[in-house]
Structure formats: C-alpha cells, structure tokens
C-alpha cells in the first residue's frame, strides 16, 4: 500500500493529474484531478464547473480565469479582468515546460499572445474586453471600428466581421455568445491593438482615450502585437508543431525565445524581456507585467491542486 501510495504522491507532485485520476480508487481524489486537468489543460469554459470537494479558495482563484459562458453570467472572470488568467497561462507554460511537454507549452505561449493586446488595454477599459461593456467611443460619429467593407480601415475581413459581432454579441443567445468566443473574441483583440498603435488611417474609434495614457496605452499594444510575431510564437504556425509530426526541442525553444527577446527589444515595455526573473522562458512575466501596467507573475493555482491531492493521498 504504501509503495502505491508513494507512486500517486510522486503523480501528483509531477501534476501529471490524467493519470493519477485514471488510477486513483478514492473517487473524490479522482474529481479533485479533474478539476486539476482542466486547470492545467486551459479549458477556460469549464473552470467554473461545480467541484464541490475542491477548496473554495483554489475553486474561487479558478473562477477568476473562468470564461463566462453567456452574456449575463456572474461573476465575469477572465472577461472582468485578465490578470489571473495570465498569471496561470505562466504556471502552465512553466508545468508544461519542467515536463517537457513542449507542444502544449508552446500552445499556451500562442494563447497569450492571441489575447496580449485586451491586457494593454484593461487600464483604459476597466475591464478584459467585454463584449457587453464596450465603451460607446468606439462607435462615435466617424469610427470605422465594426464597419464591414470599409477600404479606409486597417482591419483585415475577419477583423471587420469580428469587431461588428463584438458590439452586438450580448445581446445573442448563449450558443452565439459561445461561438463568438471559439472564433472570433482573439481577432477583436488584435484589431484593438491595431487600432491604436498601428493603423495608417485612424478614424475616431479610440478617441475616447486621453492623450497621455493613449500614448502609453500606444507602445503597449504594439509590444502586445510584436510578440505575436516573434520566433517563439510562430513555432506554434511552423510545421511540425501543431500537426502531429513532432515538437521543438528544448534548445530550440530557447533559441527562439532569445530571438525573441532581441526583437522585442525596440522600447521600455519590450525591453522588460531582456530581465533575468527566474521564469523557464526568462523575462516572459515581466514582458506580460509591462504590457499589463500591472504585475503579473505565475499563479500557484495548479501547485495549490497538487498539494491538496498529496494531502488527500497521505491520509489514506
């Protein structure tokens, strides 16, 4: 007993809780798991599913990252405020890293980036980007912001789609609402960040913004959006990752993110890259806290999951 005993406790301590579920016979070390996997596997819709034998802290602290799953769903999570969200994203990329799982690490890399831009931007709005909040400058007399076929905006034809959804998905059904979020809430995101720092032709959708803190919300977002560009994010996009035939070494991760880490090097908010703060990818939290205006480090959410299981697991 206690040589098995051992070997989940050595499970849980490596996170690896699919496996220790599937082996568990204590079905409430077994749901514990569940809720650790879905943590620990981004899926974001479900963080707010009911697991009653979770602590409430460690239930609370995922609600945080929860994505609402309709348009009046209460508390807002992830749609309130992005932090915490990020904030796993990095324990993740740092579990998933430490396990050399790097495919799904560099998964949770392109997922920040999809959504960096919406985390410049929380200062400005209040809030990460919802649907249901937006402010009303971005449709004021002569904005191009949502307008579909408008040759003046620098929005490509998804962008254009995306942003007209945006500005009436709260009031669809929660199947629309759902199938805005699949598709379409990441390419809102980058056309925010296009609007206010790269667009050739501005109209009057962020005029709403001062301009002091539009010029800082200015450099921000363009960071947000050269990361997407970077080296280490585009090893998601260049085969084999992604489509079955193999992942990025180790070393090859590093290259590319100390690439990275030089290209983003162009002002004061990528330049935090270049900081030694002892993250696998070094510099990646400090880079997300610069963008942010806010400090952001890895949660310990799935290390507070893992702890409470090796707790369960020692009182059997």
């Keep these: 007993m206690d040589s098995t005993r051992d070997l989940l406790i050595a499970l849980a301590r490596r996170h690896a809780f699919a496996d220790l579920g599937a082996l568990t016979p204590v079905a409430e070390i077994a749901e514990v798991c569940e809720f650790g996997h879905r943590l620990l596997s981004l899926d974001a819709e479900d963080f707010a599913a009911e697991a009653r034998v979770v602590p409430a802290d460690l239930r ?5 990252c929860h994505m609402p799953q309709t348009p ?10 992005l932090r915490p969200a990020y904030g796993l994203l990095l324990e993740v990329i740092a579990v998933r890293w430490h ?3 790097l495919s799904p690490m560099i998964a949770a890399v392109h997922i920040a980036s999809e959504y960096l831009p919406l985390l410049a931007f929380e200062p400005q709005l209040g809030h990460a980007g919802d649907p249901a909040r937006w402010p009303e400058g971005l449709s004021a007399p002569g904005s191009r912001f949502g307008v579909i076929g408008d040759r003046e905006c620098d929005h490509t034809k998804s962008e254009q789609s995306a942003t007209n959804r945006t500005l009436r998905v709260s009031l669809e059904p929660g199947e629309g609402w759902r199938a805005y979020f699949d598709r379409q809430h990441s390419q809102v995101a980058g056309a925010m960040g296009v609007c206010v720092s790269t ?8 005029d709403w913004i001062g301009p002091e803190p539009r010029a800082d919300l200015q450099t921000r977002a363009r960071t947000a959006l050269a990361f997407a560009e970077t080296p280490l994010v585009r090893l998601r996009h260049a085969a084999p990752v992604g489509h079955g035939f193999g992942v990025p070494s180790p070393e090859e991760v590093l290259d590319a993110w100390e690439r990275s880490r030089a290209a983003l090097d162009k002002n004061t908010i990528g330049s935090a890259a270049l900081k030694e703060d002892g993250f696998p990818l070094p510099g990646l939290p400090s880079l997300f806290s610069a963008v942010a205006g806010a400090h952001i480090e890895p949660s310990t959410l799935i290390d507070g999951v893992s ?7 020692e009182r059997l």
Excluded: F
Excluded at 60 to 64: I, L, N, T
Excluded at 72 to 81: D, I, T, Y
Excluded at 307 to 313: F, P, W
């Design 60 to 64: 609370r602290r995922a609600r945080a």
């Design 72 to 81: 009046r769903e209460q508390p807002r999570g992830a749609l309130e405020s």
């Design 99 to 101: 396990r050399r799982e």
């Design 199 to 206: 667009c050739r032709n501005p109209c009057t959708a962020m």
């Design 307 to 313: 702890e409470h299981v090796v707790t369960l697991l």
